[in-house]
């Protein structure tokens, strides 16, 4: 069983940054793919970013790349989304998630755990 525990979110201005942590927790976090994706109000949730099990390879979506970077510390069992230039249309609630697999995707759909969540707030 993976558990995974979000912070860093909160309530930014447009154009600010935000950290995002996801800690997980056992010894398969070195294993796996991990990846953000985030729900706005009313909205379906929507794939943000993902890593692979190695840390070697990233992908993002169109409406982040550039803004948003993903990295994760073995040392720490913990994934990271650094967001900068924050817009308003990215408010929303993000989460941490597992893939039980080395390569990542970028389908909410083919994530295996996930973490309870963490509430981005941007103003314009």
């Known amino acids: 069983q993976v558990q995974l525990v979000e912070s860093g979110g909160g309530l930014v201005q447009a154009g600010g940054s935000l950290r995002l942590s996801c800690a997980a927790s056992?010894?398969?976090?070195?294993?796996?793919?991990m990846g953000w994706l985030r729900q706005a109000p009313g909205k379906e949730r929507e794939f943000v970013a993902t890593?692979?099990?190695?840390?070697?390879?990233?992908y993002y979506a169109d409406s982040v790349k550039g803004r948003f970077t993903i990295s994760r510390d073995y040392a720490k069992n913990t994934v990271y989304l650094q967001m900068t230039s924050l817009k308003p249309e990215d408010t929303a609630v993000y989460y941490c998630?597992?893939?039980?697999?080395?390569?990542?995707?970028?389908?909410?759909?083919?994530?295996?755990?996930w973490g309870q969540g963490t509430q981005v707030t941007v103003s314009s």
């Open positions: 998630a597992v893939r039980a697999s080395r390569i990542y995707s970028g389908a909410s759909r083919d994530y295996d755990y």
């Open positions: 056992g010894r398969t976090f070195s294993r796996y793919a």
């Open positions: 890593i692979n099990w190695s840390g070697g390879s990233t």
